[in-house]
């Protein structure tokens, strides 16, 4: 895997604030989702994203992050559209009928984090391409989450990430990967999407890993627009993403941020 980072297990307390931080998460991407539409600007989502956010008494994983020196991330949400494949500044753009738009959001409660992002079709006028770049993409989380059970090895996950992707004709974004996720939004480990399985530290119950496939349409080449921060497809094609903070059970990964009616 290239790096040993120790993963921790969580304590029954860190998961209960974790569990509770993953809800939020999961409740605010519905109210988010549910204003997706044609006309509506990135910008507007964010503003339901900040607004629960108040309501709620949590705080903002993203807003004001500042990682590796980069400007303060000065959203709620990241919004991606079509090419976009992860860390879009929502602002005055306004989603078309046919655009597939990721959100990715995050919240802690009392230092505790939880993480979670998914790609929506915007109207009705989305490609069979789009449509399925989609489904795969969902399906790829799916099946890490088949493997994030006690004995399991971590680069299991991005294996299984990586041969379903492949496997349907599409590429795996390889300069951006899953973490583990707690006190900190992003902990050690680092989980890239592709890989041998086999490999790196050994999984235990009670880790929790923030496990998201960024899967193209095209070449998995990434360029980097000049606001620092939003990564887009070289080749200009379709990107997807989808995520979820996910805790190691016995039973297979059980995802903290899916509620009723999410991905």
Excluded at 63 to 80: N, T
Excluded at 210 to 233: C, K, S
Excluded at 236 to 243: D, K, P, R, Y
């Amino acid at each position: 895997m290239g790096r040993r980072e120790r993963i921790p297990v969580k304590s029954d307390r860190e998961l209960e604030l974790m569990r509770e931080a993953a809800r939020h998460v999961g409740e605010i991407l519905l109210q988010v989702r549910e204003k997706v539409a044609p006309g509506v600007s990135t910008r507007e989502l964010d503003e339901v994203a900040q607004k629960a956010i108040g309501e709620r008494g949590v705080e903002s994983s993203f807003k004001g992050y500042d990682p590796h020196g980069l400007p303060p991330y000065p959203g709620a949400l990241c919004v991606s559209v079509n090419d976009e494949i992860v860390h879009g500044i929502p602002g005055a753009r306004e989603l078309a009928d046919g655009d597939i738009v990721s959100v990715d959001f995050g919240v802690s409660v009392e230092g505790y984090h939880g993480d979670s992002a998914v790609t929506v079709p915007v109207g009705g006028g989305i490609s069979d391409e789009a449509l399925r770049l989609l489904t795969v993409t969902s399906q790829c989380l799916e099946d890490a989450m088949e493997q994030m059970v006690p004995g399991a090895r971590l680069s299991d996950l991005g294996h299984a990430v990586q041969r379903r992707a492949e496997g349907a004709g599409f590429a795996v974004v390889r300069e951006f990967a899953g973490h583990g996720i707690g006190q900190s939004l992003h902990e050690a480990p680092w989980i890239p999407n592709y890989g041998k399985p086999g490999r790196g530290p050994r999984l235990a119950e009670g880790m929790v890993l923030a496990i998201e496939p960024m899967v193209v349409a095209g070449r998995a080449d990434v360029r980097m627009l000049d606001d620092e921060w939003t990564a887009v497809t070289a080749d200009g094609s379709l990107a997807a993403h989808f995520e979820h903070t996910i805790l190691v059970t016995e039973g297979g990964g059980q995802p903290l941020t899916r509620v009723a009616g999410s991905h």
